[in-house]
């Protein structure tokens, strides 16, 4: 018998092998398909993506970075050259720039506050319909918002990386983030976007537009990022932030964190799916939230596949995030 010391350290050790196991398990279900594992090859950090096929090397569940590339995807999203990221980088720079707490912290404060909120400022904002969820956002102060919002900016600094890494070309791009909030999003686009991109925050609550726009923003050189924001539904036709319609085929890049998963019904997510499949370019890529109570994978694919975009990732901030963002690429016009 294992007492003490000893027995606590088997204990501890006994949970994390089921946790990881259960993480395995997880990720395998996801992964119907056989897989790439691109982050490993990107971590090399060679020139191996430079006009060369990403090769097809493995399925490899790497802790919050699950990928799931069709294999039959995998050759056309490799020609060009395209941002390498290791998951070494990612994590120390999520470190750095984004929020410093525990996650588990995180957690609980949005827990508490969330509660506040509900009983002391009858304000629900876990709403599917939209004009509801945007009545809640709009009746927040930005403290209150900050303090819901902060385990989000935690796992955008992990999420949105790990679908760009081997994907997102390395030019500059047109980058627009759908449901921008305060920019938290916005600001992981700006750093991951290679320098010279234009980044665009699209979001509903001008209070938070105004607090968006007070920020600044940086590329991964440290240099300063080209990023406005403008005030309006993503349920409208985009427009840039003097207020033109944005041109068709012209994007590379649509974000979503937080949002669409939660507060879009299926006729909603319908009507954003269209707007995105008009502005974004062939081979360009959404990176989109789901939500376990909301739109999930399956359901996203299905919608933005309807309007020409095909799954090809899923990326977690840590192993127990049941809220991952899925990265489609759009193949054609439907
Ligand atoms: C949880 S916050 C996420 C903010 C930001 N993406 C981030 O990660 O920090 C959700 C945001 O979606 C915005 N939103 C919801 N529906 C919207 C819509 N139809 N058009 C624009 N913004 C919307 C809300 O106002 C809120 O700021």
């Known amino acids: 018998m294992i007492s003490g010391e000893g027995g ?30 691109t982050t490993s090859m990107i971590s090399q950090g060679d ?6 096929p990403v090769a097809v ?7 919050g970075g699950g990928t799931i590339v069709p294999v039959h995807s995998a050759a056309p999203a490799a020609r060009h050259r395209s941002v390498e990221l290791s998951e070494r980088t990612i994590r120390a720079v999520a470190r750095g720039r984004g929020p410093k707490s525990p996650p588990t912290w995180l957690f609980l404060r949005r827990l508490f506050n969330e509660l506040v909120l509900r009983r002391l400022r009858r304000i629900n904002f876990r709403r599917t319909h939209n004009d509801e969820a945007v009545a809640a956002y709009c009746a927040m102060e930005g403290e209150e918002f900050g303090a819901i919002n902060a385990l989000q900016a935690w796992s955008s600094w992990r999420t949105i990386p790990r679908n760009l890494a081997g994907r997102l070309p390395d030019r500059p791009v047109t980058a627009i983030d759908l449901c921008s ?5 916005t600001a992981v686009l700006a ?20 607090r968006a726009r007070s920020q600044t923003f940086c590329d991964r050189t440290g240099g300063a990022a080209n990023v406005q924001f403008r005030a309006q539904s993503v349920l409208e036709a985009f427009r840039d932030a003097s207020g033109d319609r944005i041109p068709d085929q012209s994007v590379d890049l649509v974000n979503a964190c937080g949002a669409i998963g939660c507060h879009f019904d299926r006729e909603e997510l319908d009507r954003l799916a269209r707007e995105c499949a008009r502005v974004v370019r062939e081979a360009g890529l959404a990176t989109l939230d789901t939500d376990p109570n909301g739109a999930g994978r399956d359901e996203l694919a299905e919608v933005f596949g ?6 090809v990732h899923e990326a977690r901030s840590c192993m127990l995030d049941r809220r991952p963002q899925v990265c489609l690429r759009r193949v054609g016009h439907p």
């Open 57 to 63: 090397i493995r399925l490899t569940p790497i802790a």
């Open 191 to 210: 750093y991951y976007c290679p320098p010279g991109s234009h980044v665009l925050g699209l979001e509903y609550n001008p209070r938070f537009v105004e």
């Open 306 to 311: 309807r309007h020409g975009f095909e799954l």
């Open 8 to 37: 606590r350290a088997v204990r501890v050790g006994v949970a994390y092998a089921a946790l990881r196991a259960w993480d395995i398990a997880v990720f395998r279900r996801a992964c119907r398909f056989d897989a790439v594992d």
């Open 47 to 52: 020139s191996a993506t430079d006009a060369a």
């Open 181 to 185: 909030g305060v920019g938290e999003s």
